[in-house]
């Protein structure tokens, strides 16, 4: 059912299908849970700023399906049901913040907690002690349909006890619905982007909370989450909840979709679909290049090359007025997995041997409000040698790629980031690549321009042929 844009409802709590495989779909389903239709404009708003994103709304996924994942198998991965089916649940800044959080809310109240709160914190705390995958993310993904099995089982568990408790729940409570705490929470949780966002800026007199070294808009938006508890309290008081339960149920159904995601698995990574969909009706551009260099092996005997990758921009002049740090993630077999540089230059030099891809995450000024961006390099360190396969088998080059801003806000406008569109080289800070290229930068308007010239009279020459073609088949149809 996910595969044609169909959530199936967990029906052991009465949750029904959604269809979430359009926005339209997306938009449709918000007005059933909230019917002031508040929501939905929210995600339109949020939509007119970050394309083809529904922040909050993704979390409907792990609140209203089932578990997917048969007992005593280690195949979890899911087809993709919506074009952005990520959401704070299933990234380690939503686990983390909720976590201490959670210990906040329980500080609070001098301990003074029902059983059913304690019993989120140990299991949480237990599976973190125990595996590393439980709260890292990118770890999680790696393994994908490789995960722990006796990880999957534990998590399977929790997920089965957290449904119990609201299937007793909802027995024992008349007023408090399941479905009616989902729609609660999805109806506040669409708004926590700009909520997250106000944070950072310290928008009327708000202040950022503390982000634990992860990412700054998802761990906030974390935060917001949590700060919309007592709003989803009195939200579920009026349609008849007990509000001493209500708490308690959403913490249990916070640590429940975290379950969920641990058990389940849908690639490929946020940052690779979010950049498959920026396509924007308005565009500004940077280029920048991607390299890596080989150079024969002087170094231990199971390493045959230093290389190094680097991000520079074209030409090399100074982009560090649009782009902050620059983290390269490496083969994890090396050491030092992460390698991140926040000055000038961004460049990673290691050494190593066989062939890998080396991924490079783009983080752009705040001033940009524009989100990382990933870009991969492959690197392929075979024994060295002077011939031209062997170097085309190296992939010994330099990449020019584009990254995309889409409509880029004031400020960055302001700063020149953005603006101009003359050749490089000093002057006005521009997006443009050189006019002319020159012995170190291959990438130039001119060699452009020549490349088009050499694809269109290839594609006349094609035309050429095909009419050809086309003449011979109607001559012995005759």
């Known amino acids: 059912m996910l595969g044609f844009g ?33 929501a939905s404009q929210k995600i339109k708003d949020v939509r007119g700023i970050e394309h083809s994103c529904t922040f909050g709304f993704s979390d409907l996924i792990p609140l209203a ?16 049901p919506t074009e952005y089916w990520v959401g704070l649940t299933c990234h380690k800044e939503g686990f983390v913040v909720f976590y201490n959080r959670l210990k906040e809310y329980i500080d609070d109240r001098n301990g003074h907690i029902s059983d059913r709160v304690r019993w989120v914190r140990e299991s949480y705390e237990s599976l973190n002690s125990n ?4 709260e890292n993310e990118a770890k999680a993904n790696d393994l994908a349909n490789n995960r722990n099995l006796e990880f999957l089982e534990i998590v399977h568990t929790y997920w089965d006890e957290s449904s119990e408790y609201f299937i007793t729940l909802e027995k024992m409570e008349k007023g408090l619905r399941y479905l009616d705490l989902i729609a609660s929470h999805i109806s506040r949780a669409v708004c926590y982007w700009n909520d997250a966002w106000s944070h950072i800026r310290k928008e ?33 008081e009026h349609k008849g909840a007990n509000r001493s339960l209500v708490e308690e149920a959403w913490i249990v159904m916070m640590f429940r979709a975290f379950c969920w995601w641990r058990c389940h698995y849908m690639g490929p990574s946020e940052d690779a679909i979010q950049d498959s969909m920026r396509i924007p009706s308005s565009l500004r551009q940077h280029r920048q290049t991607i390299s890596n260099e080989l150079r024969p092996a002087g170094v231990n005997a199971e390493h045959t090359h230093p290389w190094r990758v680097y991000v520079q921009g074209v030409d090399s002049e100074d982009k560090s007025y649009w782009l902050k740090r620059v983290q390269f993630k490496l083969y994890e077999t090396n050491l030092d997995v992460l390698c991140i540089f926040e000055v000038l230059p961004f460049k990673c030099t290691e050494t190593g041997w066989g062939e890998f891809d080396v991924q490079i995450r783009l983080h752009f000024v705040t001033e940009a409000n524009e989100k990382a961006a990933t870009r991969w390099r492959g690197l392929k360190l075979h024994q060295y040698g002077p011939d031209v396969e062997g170097q085309h088998e190296r992939n010994e080059s ?5 990254y995309l801003f889409n409509e880029p806000s004031k400020a960055t406008m302001r700063q020149g980031a953005l603006a101009g569109s003359g050749g490089g080289g000093g002057g006005e800070q521009t997006a443009e ?11 130039s308007q001119k060699t452009e321009g020549a490349e088009l010239d050499r694809l269109h ?16 088949m109607e001559e012995r149809n005759r």
């Open 131 to 134: 595996f590393i995958e439980w």
């Open 433 to 443: 690549i050189p006019h002319s290229d020159t012995p170190g930068n291959p990438y």
């Open 6 to 38: 169909i959530l199936p409802g967990y029906k052991g709590l009465s949750v029904p299908n959604f269809k979430i495989g359009t926005i339209d779909n997306v938009l449709a389903t918000m007005d059933k849970l909230d019917e002031s239709h508040k």
């Open 65 to 80: 399906a089932p578990m997917m994942r048969q007992r005593g198998s280690t195949i979890i991965a899911l087809p993709i």
């Open 204 to 236: 009327k007199g708000k202040v950022p909370r503390d982000h634990y070294g992860l990412r700054d808009w998802i761990a906030e938006g974390a935060h917001v989450y949590f700060d919309y508890l007592p709003f989803i309290v009195d939200d579920m």
């Open 398 to 402: 330099i990449v020019s790629q584009r």
């Open 457 to 472: 009279e290839t594609l006349k020459m094609a035309d050429a042929i095909l009419k050809e073609e086309r003449a011979r």
